[in-house]
Each structure stands twice: as structure tokens, then as C-alpha cells.
């Protein structure tokens, strides 16, 4: 079959496809933003509002995809009331080092960050998890969990 064939048949192929759901709502930095700061602590919530609010910088786009998605995909809505771990919230308000959530807890689905070193960093850390169990309910955490609540990191 030359290509163009193959891209016709590909094309149709890809047209007849069923809509595998409704689509995801759109992002919403205002709504996002909103739900993300009623999960933090009063006592912390104008902080992480400030937090949020700051120019674009080397955390930005660690603190967006929390706000986003501060659990792993497989976890439902927080129950009213809610409340993310301070020790967690702290940490993110004064991270010791630039961080990115790239790991989740394989118990509750809370995200957790990861510190960031480039290869050149000349105060190498062994350990880049900064909670390496779960601020919330003590499971293990692991990039894993973000697809996985059973993953076989977290049970380690
Ligand atoms: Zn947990």
C-alpha cells in the first residue's frame, strides 16, 4: 500500500473511533487555584496564596501542576473539610532546594515532592524524596503510586 493510502486508511480508521467519555473539563487556573488553597490549613492558607501568586520562577511549574493535580489520578474528590499535611504545605512554602511532585503515596494518592539536582550540583543529596513515607497516612511513596495505589515501590 503506497502511504497516502495508508494515511487514508489510518485516517478513517482513527474518524470511526467512539469518544471514550466525556472530555476532561479544561484547566481553570482560578477555579484550580481556589479548591487547591481550601484543601491547605487556615493557619497556612494566606502563605500558599502569597506562595502561588509569585512571578514565574524555578518552582512555578511544580506549584501549578500541584494545584492541579495535588493526588494521584486514581484518588476521588477529598472529602469535605479535607485538609492537606502542614508538614507537607510547610515544606513547599520554604523548599530547601528547587522540586517537582514526582512521587505520590501508594496508600492515599497524596503528591509528594522530589528535589531537584542537576548532575553538576556540587552538594549531591542520596536521597532526592523529600517524604519518603506519606506526611498524611505514613504509606511509602514512589512514582509509581501515581498510577498504581498497589504499587510494588510502595510496599518496599
Ligand atoms: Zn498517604
Same mark, same amino acid.
Given at each position: 500500500?503506497? !502511504? *497516502?493510502?495508508?494515511?487514508? @486508511?489510518?485516517? #478513517? +480508521?482513527?474518524?470511526?473511533? $467512539? /469518544?471514550? =467519555?466525556?472530555?476532561? &473539563? ?36 511544580? !506549584? *501549578?501542576?500541584?494545584?492541579? @493535580?495535588?493526588? #494521584? +489520578?486514581?484518588?476521588?474528590? $477529598? /472529602?469535605? =473539610?479535607?485538609?492537606? &499535611? ?71
Amino acid at each position: 500500500m503506497r !502511504l *497516502s493510502g495508508r494515511i487514508e @486508511a489510518l485516517t #478513517a +480508521r482513527v474518524a470511526c473511533r $467512539p /469518544a471514550a =467519555g466525556p472530555a476532561p &473539563p479544561k484547566p481553570d487556573w482560578t477555579r484550580d487555584r481556589a479548591a487547591f488553597l481550601a484543601l491547605v490549613t487556615e493557619a497556612l492558607r494566606e502563605r500558599m496564596a502569597a506562595r502561588l501568586d509569585e512571578p514565574y520562577g524555578q518552582d512555578s511549574e511544580a !506549584l *501549578s501542576s500541584w494545584v492541579g @493535580a495535588p493526588f #494521584a +489520578r486514581w484518588v476521588p474528590a $477529598p /472529602a469535605p =473539610g479535607y485538609r492537606l &499535611p502542614e508538614a507537607l504545605v510547610r515544606w513547599v512554602l520554604e523548599p530547601p532546594r528547587p522540586f517537582w511532585f514526582g512521587h505520590h503515596c501508594g496508600s492515599c494518592g497524596l503528591a509528594v515532592p522530589l528535589v531537584l539536582v542537576p548532575a553538576s550540583d556540587p552538594r549531591p543529596l542520596a536521597d532526592l524524596r523529600a517524604f519518603p513515607t506519606c506526611p498524611a497516612c505514613g504509606g511509602r511513596t514512589s512514582h509509581a503510586a501515581n498510577d498504581r495505589p498497589d504499587a510494588p515501590e510502595s510496599r518496599q
